[in-house]
């Protein structure tokens, strides 16, 4: 698989086997103890469908009931943003997994930035899981809306074209580097096409069981490319 490898990913790589497993970055309370969590987890091999994220993917729960299959984890963040995936990623990518469903992004919008410095910090992210577990499988997903009708977040304002701006960037990356991106966004659009749909989200950001039901449903086309190397149907 073709990829550009940035000279910062091929830093993180190298950084991630100097410090093992061990995560030296320090961000929330609930993040450092889910990292804790994770160190004690040894729940990651070469057969294993890892689900990494922020609080999207963590509050998916059981993603193994969610895609049919019995060998997915979810290592998901509530809060998580690109700096603490890159971090944490010596947890996941010395295990060489079979597969990982990045979805990353959204908390970096919060913090007023431009869509192509949320996106350079994307693609550090993604070319550090190419060069640190090159078997791996990577599966890549976009943004989701988001209703600031439902509830107003306030760091999240007038920042919907930023989500939309950076699901461009990452989707012609990927086709640069052959890489595999997701495009969950419309499926989650109202009927105007602007705001995440009302009835699959109970906070205008994180979405409810349908709204999970649907994600997976969307990433089976994507399990059946594993077949390669067959993971377990329930």
């Avoid at 913090?111 to 060069?131: H, K, P």
């Avoid at 990577?138 to 919907?160: D, H």
Wanted: charged residues 20%; proline residues 3%; aromatic residues 8%.
């Amino acid at each position: 698989m073709k990829r550009f490898l940035l000279l910062l990913g091929v830093t993180a790589a190298l950084a991630c086997v100097v410090q093992a497993q061990k995560v030296t970055w320090r961000a929330s309370k609930h993040y450092n103890a889910m990292v804790t969590k994770f160190e004690n987890r040894n729940d990651i091999d070469t057969n294993t469908i890892v689900m990494l994220g922020n609080s999207l993917t963590e509050f998916g729960r059981d993603w193994s009931a969610k895609l049919g299959v019995d060998n997915v984890v979810n290592y998901g963040i509530m809060g998580d943003n690109t700096r603490g995936i890159l971090h944490r990623l010596c947890q996941i990518t010395p295990h060489q997994p079979k597969a990982i469903f990045l979805m990353i992004g959204i908390n970096d919008v919060t913090q007023r930035e431009t869509a192509a410095t949320i996106f350079e910090r994307c693609r550090n992210v993604i070319d550090s899981i190419g060069v640190q577990s090159p078997q791996t499988h990577l599966f890549i997903q976009s943004l989701l809306p988001i209703n600031q009708n439902v509830r107003v977040w306030k760091k999240l304002i007038n920042q919907e074209e930023k989500i939309i701006a950076l699901n461009s960037l990452l989707s012609a990356y990927c086709q640069e580097q052959e890489l595999v991106f997701i495009d969950l966004y419309p499926l989650f659009l109202d009927e105007e096409g602007k705001r995440l749909r009302p009835e699959l989200t109970a906070d205008g950001l994180h979405v409810n069981a349908e709204g999970y039901r649907i994600w997976g449903e969307a990433l089976q086309p994507f399990l059946e490319t594993l077949h390669e190397n067959p993971v377990s149907v329930e």
